[in-house]
């Protein structure tokens, strides 16, 4: 057999190899498992952004659009735009990130905001964790504003680090709620949220 001939038989496999690779990550693109839930594989709407998400405790923050202190820097995922009434959560749930001077005591989380609500459904839960641990469930049965708080224990306070999330079990789109025809999740219309000292 000739060195070309030989050289073929071992091209050949080699390509073939390399064909079958390169398909493989098209099919199954080896891609980080954030990436991968909300552009492949589509079971998130929830796509985080990178902010420095700086916070003085006690200093609300403003959802209403013109607003000062508005939650922009604190913004995770899971959020519609801004506009004169408050800020819609998004999808299943909602982030938010705090970074602030770390304090030895328990805090509390409030929200003012109102509920994508009807007869039929008159109730969003919002079930709140901050750094994966569970802290409470709120509900909200008004479209007008209500405010519910949730503690926040010392442990985590001390951190000086808390990034929460905000679950929305109830969320059902606009479409089937009202008041628009949008298709997109929609629970809770923030107005404001704070993170200060308990009591």
Known sequence: MSTAKTLLWV??????????????????????????????????????HVTAARYSLGKPLSFVAGSPNLFLPNKGCGWF??????????????TLMFRFSPVDAPLALTITAGAMVNPAHPTQRVEVSANGQKLGALRFDAVAPETRSVAVPAELAKAGSLDMRFDFPDARSGRELGPNEDSH???????????????
């Open 11 to 48: 091209a050949v496999p080699l390509v073939a190899g390399f064909e079958l690779y390169a398909a493989s990550l098209v099919l199954r693109p080896n891609v980080d498992p954030v990436y991968r839930a909300y552009f492949i594989d589509r079971s998130t709407d929830c796509w985080p």
């Open 185 to 199: 999740l929609r629970a809770i219309r923030y107005l404001s949220v704070t993170l200060q000292k308990a009591g």
């Open 81 to 94: 735009y801004p506009n004169a009434r408050g800020t819609w959560s998004y999808g299943r749930y909602s």
